[in-house]
């Protein structure tokens, strides 16, 4: 405190040892003091800093106090200077601390990892430039610092996932990984919680959930579930799990978008209508159909399925096939066979199968497994009837003389499968006739013709011919053009 005042002075004089003199008061003085007197600094600090389990930037404040010994006015301020050897801990030094005040080292968990360690605290007793003192050194302190700094999980993923033109049932990989820290460790930074939506219904995600350790990644497969444009995004909402550590909570972070673009593809699907057709006994010519669709699957699309080729063939001689060369997605046309010649159909049709592309970038045509058409039946051509269309009889006697006219069934293709031909011949009266009896395929016959009274035979005779089914087949008689033959 001030030492100002006065300093009394009481003397007396001593008689010398041996005289026999007393001793005399004498009279009083005094000294006029001035000046001050000052106290060191005097530092209160605890000696330990629990910090806990902290989030990285967690901030602590150790607080100093310059405790008052007498008088704050004449006490001296306190200097602090604070280091550490933790490498995980960051010190911000107090201000110049008053007496009777206190100033706080902030400390720093600036690194994930363990806080265990000293903070050593350089003390100075500040004289604060009064005159005649000066800043001294004080004996330091030293604080022990226990906790640990745990980082936030760290979400890293692509912000794209590009399929380009696929097949249904393609998948694409996204890896998420929880990257530790810049100057971080994995084993001070929580788990990364995934859990992954798609915004467009034709993707379909696996591994959509996870629970990924620092320093690792897992993968969301992404598959092309439908058929369609894949645009869309995914969201990833992102959780940094703080695994129960204790102190701790988990955190919500930010979610995470990632947008998805592409197309997906059906393969083309035949469905055939019949797998045999059945003819029976036909005439040539006659003709039967398969229909043939392109199925648009479940859950596709027409616009993004592939159209359909279409090649029919066949060992099948006596059959003609037509079919269309393509069908696109949700059409049907039909595979026609036809009876060409006569014969037996009994076969099969080859459908050979491609579902085709059609030029879409990396996509490529497919064979497909083909398909068969079971045929039975047989095809018969009508009978052909060949004459000559002029006869000149020349003279005849009545009942006596007889002339006869060829009639052919020429042969098409088989006799086999070719109806017999009977022939019906009518004339002028005073003509006899005989018919030939039904004529095979390839055979001739002979209509028979006389007079039965005189005179003159210049005239037609009229031809009626019919084509006669052969005995066994389900085929009916037909009435054929009619013929005459001048006379």
């Known amino acids: 405190g001030s030492l100002t005042g006065n300093l009394s002075l009481a003397f007396t004089s001593k008689a010398l040892a041996g005289t026999t003199l007393a001793d005399v008061a004498l009279a009083g003085g005094s000294i006029a003091l001035t000046g001050a007197a000052y ?23 150790l607080g100093v106090t310059n405790t008052v010994i007498t008088s704050a006015a004449y006490q001296d301020s306190l200097d602090v200077t604070a280091t550490t050897a933790v490498g995980t801990l960051g010190l911000t030094d107090p201000a110049n601390i008053l007496a009777g005040k206190t100033g706080n080292v902030v400390v720093a968990a600036t690194k994930a990892g363990s806080l265990a360690g000293d903070v050593s605290l350089a003390l100075s007793s500040n004289a604060n430039g009064v005159t005649g003192l000066t800043t001294t050194a004080l004996t330091g302190a030293t604080v022990a610092v226990t906790g640990a700094a745990y980082d936030l999980a ?23 990984a929880n990257t530790v ?52 995004s995914l969201t990833l909402g992102l959780t940094s799990n703080a695994d129960g550590v204790t102190g701790l909570t988990n955190v919500t972070l930010a979610n995470g978008n990632v947008t998805v673009t592409g197309a997906s593809y059906d393969y083309a699907t035949a469905t055939l209508g019949a797998t045999a057709l059945t003819f029976g006994d036909v005439r040539t010519g006659s003709a039967l159909t398969a229909s ?43 595979v026609v066979v036809t009876a060409a010649t006569a014969g037996s159909l009994a076969g099969s049709v080859a ?17 497909l497994d083909g398909q068969t058409v079971a045929i039975t039946g047989a095809a018969y051509d009508l ?33 086999a499968y070719q109806d017999k031909l009977a022939v019906v011949a009518t004339g002028a009266t005073g003509l006899t006739l005989t018919n030939p009896a039904d004529i095979a395929a390839g055979a001739s016959g002979n209509v028979t013709l006389g007079a039965s009274v005189a005179g003159s035979l210049t005239g037609n005779l009229s031809l009626a011919f019919t084509s006669k089914a052969l005995a066994g087949t ?14």
């Open 383 to 415: 009978a052909s009837p060949t004459y000559v269309a002029t006869n000149a009889l020349g003279n005849l006697r009545v009942g006596v003389t007889t002339k006869t006219l060829a009639v052919n069934n020429a042969l098409i293709t088989d006799a």
């Open 154 to 176: 760290s979400p890293t993923f692509a912000s794209t996932l590009a399929f380009g033109n696929v097949r249904r049932g393609a998948t694409s990989t996204l890896a998420v």
């Open 181 to 232: 820290g810049v100057n971080g460790d994995a084993a001070y930074q929580d788990k990364l919680d995934l859990a992954t939506t798609a915004s467009n219904a034709s993707l379909s995600l696996a591994g959509a959930t996870a629970s990924i350790v620092a320093g690792n990644s897992a993968n969301v497969v992404v598959t092309a579930a439908a058929a369609g444009s894949l645009a869309g």
């Open 351 to 367: 459908l050979g199968l491609t579902s085709n592309a059609n030029g879409v970038t990396s996509l490529a045509n497919l064979a």
């Open 39 to 61: 106290d060191y600094a005097q530092a209160t600090v605890a000696t330990s800093l629990p910090l806990g389990n902290v989030r990285v930037g967690a901030l602590a404040n």
């Open 474 to 487: 389900t085929l009916a008689d037909v009435a054929l053009a009619g013929g005459s033959i001048a006379l």
């Open 292 to 334: 043939l669709t392109n199925t648009i699957l479940a859950g596709g699309n027409a616009a993004y399925q592939d159209s359909l080729d279409i090649a029919a063939t066949t060992a099948v001689g006596t059959l003609a096939l037509s079919a269309p060369a393509k069908l696109l997605a949700g059409q049907s046309g039909n």
